[in-house]
């Protein structure tokens, strides 16, 4: 066989995954430029935080809004913002390489909150809703010095849905997370950008983009908890039912309160929709009831 016969299937696969990449990519720019369009998540003249873990969906999402930011209709600024924690073999040096070469602004944040955790959550005890509310109270503190106007967040629609049914299935409560939200104080808004996207394209995405990805496990977290369930359930019903995640999402985005039974959503008596509840957002670092990786990605 001559070298050049041997080349022949590199070079088809890479073809492959070049048009694999831009399919995923269009498609990836597609969904996150209808949610920005649908729920008025970025105007002209904000200045958006991405927040990067180093995790794939925060990569991609930068990734994403980066792409549109050359061809949107709004000026807008972009910048990057990572908070190391200091947990036990963080790669300090992946990130900032990484970013240094996008030619965008960027911020490293160093706030040693996986001693206080590790303080404050008994032995045994799920770490993970403490954590998540000092790294939310330095994030939201860091955009307001900095002028931020949007925080955004990597959550997609399968963490939409899975945040879905565990607040059924453990919290008692008919709620998701919003792709838009504002605090009681005015002084953030959070939105997510990914909320119509599919994980298992930004996975695929994130691969072919050969993202420099950091492990979420680092800080010793519990594996087998309450999310990774419903995640398993999701991926079992996706491969058994195509399509079903698809409708159980135009669902969530389909909601009939006069079908449901929520009287602060619907006066039934006399027949018309009411404001409904207005839950407060609070910053706290006490520890809540033990939903695991429910209060995770509940803000």
Partial sequence: MTAQAQQTPVSEQERRQKLELNKLQKRLRREVGQAIADFSMI??????????????????MLDILLNLQKSAPVDFEVIAVNLDQKQPGFPEHILPDYLSTMGIEYHIIEKDTYSIVKEKVPEGKTTCGLCSRLRRGILYNFAEEHGVTKIALGHHRDDLLETLF????????LKSMPPVLHSDDGRNTVIRPLAYAREKDIARYATLREYPIIPCNLCGSQENLQRQVIKDMFQT???QHPGRL??????????????????DLYDFKEGKRLGG???A????AEPEPNFERLDVLNI
């Fill in 43 to 60: 105007e002209a003249g904000d200045k958006v935080m991405c927040c990067l873990s180093g995790g794939k969906d925060s990569y991609a």
């Fill in 166 to 173: 565990l607040n059924m299935f453990y919290g008692g409560k």
């Fill in 237 to 239: 019903w996706d491969k």
């Fill in 246 to 263: 698809e409708t159980m999402f135009r669902a969530l985005c389909n909601v009939e309160p006069s079908h449901l039974a929520d009287p």
């Fill in 277 to 279: 509840k207005r839950q």
């Fill in 281 to 284: 957002v609070v910053q706290s």
